[in-house]
């Protein structure tokens, strides 16, 4: 059974991935986990592999949720991403995006797409 906070994690992402098919990009798979870490969401932007992590805040009074991914988090992506490759034999380009998002209640949700936010 899943807690709220995993509820609304799971909506956010579902969110940012309609988004991100309005933009174009084309849905691989979602919730991918391997011993170093968890990808959000894994998609096509063309010929590049779109490794995506979502972050919701239900408002940014303390900070935006682009701030939450830590340097941390960031080499935890970056080596899921790489072990992600290596396993399904991916040798196409490859980049890691965040999508931030906050609740606003005129709009439903504010999206920041931030394309490469991480850099390995």
Known sequence: MSSPTQKTGHSAEEIAEC??????????????????GEIDLV????????????RFRKSSDFGSPAETVTRSKQDKLIRTALLYCQKNKISTPWRIDVVAMTHNPKTAFEINWIPSAITA
């Not at 998609?43 to 979502?54: A, C, P, R, S």
């Open 19 to 36: 988004y991100l098919e309005q933009q174009g990009l084309t849905p691989i798979e979602r919730n991918v986990y391997f011993k170093t």
């Open 43 to 54: 998609m096509h932007d063309n010929d590049t592999l779109v490794f995506v992590e979502v």
